[in-house]
């Protein structure tokens, strides 16, 4: 439902079909660097800090995820996540996963989730 105006409540950050499926976008907020991953009916968004050092995952632009496009992967040292739920599934950070940042999307438009009053 759209809010007063037309405006739709949150950032934009870009539209459905400006991420690659498979595929995934970075994006630098004022609040830090958060990336957006999709493939299939799975899309997420992550702060772009590796739980292992806390540097980002990336060393390409946009390029989030892995040869075979199934799993996020943190160039630095090979760790490699869950698209769903940012589960690291091995590497130095086994165990332990990403900060997801909430999204909404609506009429085709990916926005962060309206923070709460
Ligand atoms: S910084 Fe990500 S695996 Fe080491």
């Keep these: 439902m759209?809010?007063?105006?037309?405006e739709q409540p949150g950032r934009l950050l870009c539209r459905l079909a400006d991420i690659p499926d498979p595929g995934s976008r970075g994006f630098?907020?004022?609040?830090?660097?958060?990336?957006?991953?999709?493939?299939?009916?799975v899309l997420a968004a992550y702060v772009n800090s590796?739980?292992?050092?806390?540097?980002p995952l990336d060393w390409v632009e946009d390029?989030?995820?892995d040869l075979e496009?199934?799993?996020?992967?943190?160039a630095t040292h090979g760790a490699l996540f869950r698209l769903e739920?940012?589960?690291c599934l091995a590497?130095?950070?086994?165990?332990?996963?990403?900060a997801p940042v909430a999204i909404t999307v609506t009429e085709g438009?990916?926005?962060?989730?309206?923070?709460?009053p």
């Design 2 to 6: 759209s809010a007063a105006g037309g």
């Design 28 to 41: 630098e907020l004022e609040s830090g660097a958060i990336f957006l991953v999709r493939r299939g009916a």
């Design 50 to 55: 590796c739980p292992h050092t806390g540097g």
């Design 63 to 65: 390029q989030f995820l």
């Design 69 to 74: 496009r199934r799993r996020i992967l943190c």
């Design 85 to 87: 739920d940012g589960h």
């Design 91 to 98: 590497g130095p950070c086994k165990g332990k996963g990403l």
């Design 109 to 116: 438009e990916v926005r962060l989730a309206p923070t709460k």
